[in-house]
C-alpha cells in the first residue's frame, strides 16, 4: 500500500517526516492549529479542531482505526512567541485505536510550547500512542497527559525523545475502572546541555488493576536527566500490580541524572516494586567485543542500543520499531550534530 502522504501549501517543501509507514494518515498541527481535519468510517472516527488551538480525537463504540493516525506538530517562524493548546483524545467502548505523534521545529528561534493532552478510555477501550520527540537546541516544550482509565481499558504509551533544548513529560493516570491495565514506556537521548524531566503519577483507584512503567535514557556532555515517579495504590485497590524502573547510561562524567522513584500503598494485597540505576558503559563487554574485531566506536554504540531496545522493542508496530530504530543509531552516531545549524535534527 502506497503511503497516504498529504501535506499542506504552508509546510516548506525541504521538510519531510521519515517517520511515516504504508497506510499511515496524517493531519498536522501548526503552531498549535489543525490544518485540516479526518472523518473515517462514516464519521465514527474524527480528527476535529479545538475553538483556538489543538484538536478532539473522538473514536466512538466499537470502532476499530484501520490505520495508524498520524499528527504532525510543527513549529515555524510563524508563531515564534510562547503558545499553549490542548488535545483530546476520546475512545470510545470497545474501540481499538492506534496513533503516532510526532514534535518538530522547522526553524531556529527560541520556541516555548506548552501542550496537554486529554486521553479518556471508556470500558474495554485500547489505545497504542508512540510519542516521537525531535525538536531543536533552542526550544522548551511541556507536555501535561491527563489519563483517565475505565473498566477493562487498555493503554500503551510509548515516548521517545530524540532531541530537544528542555523536554518535560508530566504524565498523571487516574485508573478509575477495575482490571484495566496501562503501560508507559520512554527513551531519551540527551546531550549538549540538554535537560529531559520526566514525572510520573500513577493512580491506582480501585481492585485489579495493572501498571508497568520504563524509562530509559542516554546522557552524554552536560546533559541533565530528571525523573520522578509516584505510585500511589488507593486502599481499597487490593489486587493490584504496579511496576516501575528507570534506568541510565551516563557516556560523560560531567553528565547528571537525578531519580526519585516513589511508592505510596495503603492496600494490603498488592505487587508492587520500583527502582532507579545509574551507570557507564559496560568495560568488559566492551572488551569483549574489541577482542573478536569490533571498533571502540562501533561497540559502543551497539551497547547504547542495546540499553534503550527494551523500550523500542515494547513498540507493538513492526515497521515503526524499525524506522524508531534507525533514528536512534543516527541520534547515537553524532549524526544529528553535524546539523547544528539545522533545525530538524534529520527527522
Known amino acids: 500500500m502506497t503511503p497516504q502522504y498529504k501535506y499542506t501549501p504552508e509546510i516548506p517543501e525541504p521538510f519531510r517526516c521519515r517517520v511515516p509507514l504504508p497506510g499511515t494518515l496524517q493531519a498536522f498541527l501548526m503552531n498549535g492549529v489543525l490544518r485540516e481535519g479526518l472523518s473515517i468510517l462514516d464519521g465514527r472516527i474524527s480528527l476535529s479542531a479545538n475553538a483556538d488551538r489543538g484538536f478532539v480525537l473522538n473514536v466512538k463504540t466499537g470502532a476499530t482505526m484501520p490505520e495508524t493516525l498520524q499528527v504532525i506538530s510543527i513549529r515555524d517562524s510563524e508563531g515564534n512567541g510562547p503558545i499553549s493548546y490542548s488535545n483530546t483524545f476520546q475512545f470510545g467502548e470497545n474501540s481499538l485505536s492506534s496513533m503516532l505523534l510526532c514534535a518538530h521545529t522547522l526553524t531556529m528561534e527560541e520556541f516555548r510550547t506548552e501542550s496537554e493532552l486529554v486521553i479518556k478510555l471508556d470500558q474495554g477501550a485500547t489505545a497504542s500512542i508512540v510519542l516521537m520527540q525531535n525538536e531543536h537546541n533552542l526550544s522548551s516544550h511541556t507536555v501535561n497527559f491527563k489519563i483517565r482509565q475505565s473498566a477493562g481499558s487498555s493503554l500503551k504509551l510509548n515516548i521517545i525523545s530524540l532531541h530537544g533544548g528542555l523536554l518535560e513529560n508530566i504524565i498523571d493516570v487516574r485508573m478509575e475502572g477495575s482490571n484495566a491495565s496501562c503501560e508507559l514506556n520512554g527513551a531519551y537521548l540527551v546531550d549538549g ?36 515517579g509516584k505510585i500511589n495504590v488507593a486502599k481499597d485497590a487490593q489486587k493490584t500490580e504496579a511496576y516501575q524502573a528507570n534506568h541510565n547510561l551516563l557516556l560523560s562524567r560531567s553528565a547528571k541524572v537525578y531519580a526519585q522513584p516513589h511508592l505510596e500503598i495503603y492496600a494490603d494485597d498488592v505487587k ?47 515497521h515503526l520499531r524499525d524506522r524508531l530504530l534507525e533514528l536512534v543509531e543516527s541520534r547515537l552516531r553524532g549524526e544529528f550534530a553535524h546539523c547544528a545549524n539545522c533545525s530538524m535534527n534529520c527527522c
Open 193 to 228: 546541555k540538554q535537560v529531559i524531566n520526566t514525572m510520573v503519577n500513577m493512580h491506582h483507584l480501585v481492585p485489579g488493576c495493572i501498571s508497568r512503567q520504563l524509562f530509559k535514557g542516554i546522557l552524554d556532555n552536560e546533559s541533565k536527566a530528571l525523573f520522578s
Open 272 to 318: 508492587c516494586s520500583h527502582g532507579a540505576t545509574s551507570g557507564r558503559l559496560d568495560e568488559m563487554a566492551l572488551f569483549y567485543m574489541r577482542s573478536r574485531g569490533i571498533c571502540a566506536a562501533e561497540a559502543k554504540l551497539l551497547q547504547q542500543v542495546a540499553f534503550v531496545y527494551d523500550v523500542l522493542e515494547k513498540i507493538d508496530n513492526v
